[in-house]
Antibody, heavy 122, light 108 residues
Framework: QVQLMESGGGFVKPGESLRLSCAAS????????MSWIRQAPGKGLEWVSY????????EYGESVKGRFTISRDNAKNSVYLQMNSLRADDTAVYYC???????????????WGQGTMVTVSS | EIVLTQSPATLSSSPGERVTLSCRAS??????LAWYQQKPGQAPRLVIY???NRATGIPARFSGSGSGTDFTLTISSLEPEDFAVYYC??????????FGGGTKVEIK
C-alpha cells in the first residue's frame, strides 16, 4: 500500500548534525513533490521544506534556511533532510509527506509518514 | 506570509452533535485550503482539500466550505473517532506553506 517511513531521528547536542531519511513505497515516487513538516512537543504543525520531482525546485521555511538541506534519490524512492547546526528549538517530530503530482501545482499533503523524533539538548 | 487563524481553540461537544470549525486567512487563498485531522500519537491525516473535496476514505459527515479568507469544516454528526485536533493549511501563496494553530474537538 502507499506508505512513507521516516528514520534517522535521535538525540543530539546543540550545534550537531543529523540526517533524516524517508522511504516511499506503493506509488510512483518520481511523479510527486515531497515535503518535510515538523511538530514541536505539544505544538502545531510547521512546514520545513519542499522538493520537486527532479530536485530542480527546492524551498525552505525561514527558521531552517541555511541550516537544513532537502534532497531526494528517485532511484531509491527516498527523500532526505540534512540538518546542520541544530538548535534546541529544532526539537520536534519530523514528518515526510507527499505533496501532489509534479505535473500540477504543489498539492495538499495527502500521505504522511509516522514521524521520527529529533531531540536537541545539551 | 499568510497567517491562518483557527477558532475556537477548543470545542467541547457530544457524540451525535454537529460541529463547525473555522479557519480565517490573513489574505485570500482562493480555494486552496485543506483540513487535517490528528489524533494523539499519530500523524496528521488529510480530511478535506481545495475547500470542499473529501480525501480518500473520509466519510460523508465531513464537509468543507468557504472561499477567499473564511473557511469552515463541518462534522454533521460526531462519531467517537472524530475527537481529535484539526488543522487548516493553505497552498495558495508560498513559500511558506502555512498551517493554522489547530482546533481541538473534545468530548463534553
Amino acid at each position: 500500500q502507499v506508505q512513507l517511513m521516516e528514520s534517522g531521528g535521535g538525540f543530539v547536542k546543540p550545534g550537531e548534525s543529523l540526517r533524516l531519511s524517508c522511504a516511499a513505497s506503493g506509488f510512483t515516487f518520481i511523479d510527486y513533490y515531497m515535503s518535510w513538516i515538523r511538530q514541536a512537543p505539544g505544538k502545531g504543525l510547521e512546514w520545513v521544506s519542499y522538493i520537486s520531482c527532479s530536485s530542480s525546485n527546492i524551498e525552505y521555511g525561514e527558521s531552517v534556511k541555511g541550516r537544513f538541506t532537502i534532497s531526494r534519490d528517485n532511484a531509491k524512492n527516498s527523500v532526505y533532510l540534512q540538518m546542520n547546526s541544530l538548535r534546541a528549538d529544532d526539537t520536534a517530530v519530523y514528518y515526510c509527506a507527499r505533496a501532489g503530482r509534479c505535473a500540477s501545482d504543489v498539492g495538499p499533503f495527502d500521505i504522511w509518514g509516522q514521524g521520527t523524533m529529533v531531540t536537541v539538548s545539551s | 506570509e499568510i497567517v491562518l487563524t483557527q477558532s475556537p481553540a477548543t470545542l467541547s461537544s457530544s457524540p451525535g452533535e454537529r460541529v463547525t470549525l473555522s479557519c480565517r486567512a490573513s489574505q485570500t487563498v482562493g480555494k486552496y485550503l485543506a483540513w487535517y485531522q490528528q489524533k494523539p500519537g499519530q500523524a496528521p491525516r488529510l480530511v478535506i482539500y481545495d475547500t470542499s473535496n473529501r480525501a480518500t476514505g473520509i466519510p460523508a459527515r465531513f464537509s468543507g466550505s468557504g472561499s477567499g479568507t473564511d473557511f469552515t469544516l463541518t462534522i454533521s454528526s460526531l462519531e467517537p473517532e472524530d475527537f481529535a485536533v484539526y488543522y487548516c493549511q493553505q497552498r495558495a501563496h508560498w513559500p511558506p506553506l502555512t498551517f493554522g494553530g489547530g482546533t481541538k474537538v473534545e468530548i463534553k
